[in-house]
Nanobody, 117 residues
Framework: VQLVESGGGLVQPGGSLRLSCAAS????????MGWYRQAPGKQRELVAA???????NYADSVKGRFTISRDNAKNAVYLQMNSLKPEDTAVYYC????????????WGQGTQVTVSS
């Protein structure tokens, strides 16, 4: 199983970035997908998630600014980030989850997002 994030970088406050996560080795369409972030000295937190059926939820801090989406044909999940703030600076991780009898959860290696002038 591999989850590979891309699209991070340095952006000025108010700018935009689009993160991508390419998944392989899983039946992507049945997995819920999520984006998490971890800032220095802080715990990893959920930013946005999308179910296999396409329902989404967001952290209050990013509602109205970030949009999560998925493309099952490409085995990919995206995070469109607009109106970025310095407090959005963190390493962003892609996660996949599926539960039946067992719980399956996989993580990507992370991509750095830095919002600074």
């Amino acid at each position: 199983v591999q989850l590979v994030e891309s699209g991070g970088g340095l952006v000025q406050p108010g700018g935009s970035l689009r993160l991508s996560c390419a998944a392989s080795g899983i039946s992507f369409s049945i997995y819920a997908m999520g984006w998490y972030r971890q800032a220095p000295g802080k715990q990893r937190e959920l930013v946005a998630a999308i179910t296999s059926g396409g329902s989404t939820n967001y952290a209050d801090s990013v509602k109205g600014r970030f949009t999560i989406s998925r493309d099952n044909a490409k085995n990919a999940v995206y995070l469109q980030m607009n109106s970025l703030k310095p407090e959005d600076t963190a390493v962003y991780y892609c996660n996949s989850k599926y539960t039946n009898i067992y719980a399956y959860s996989y993580w990507g290696q992370g991509t750095q997002v830095t919002v600074s002038s």
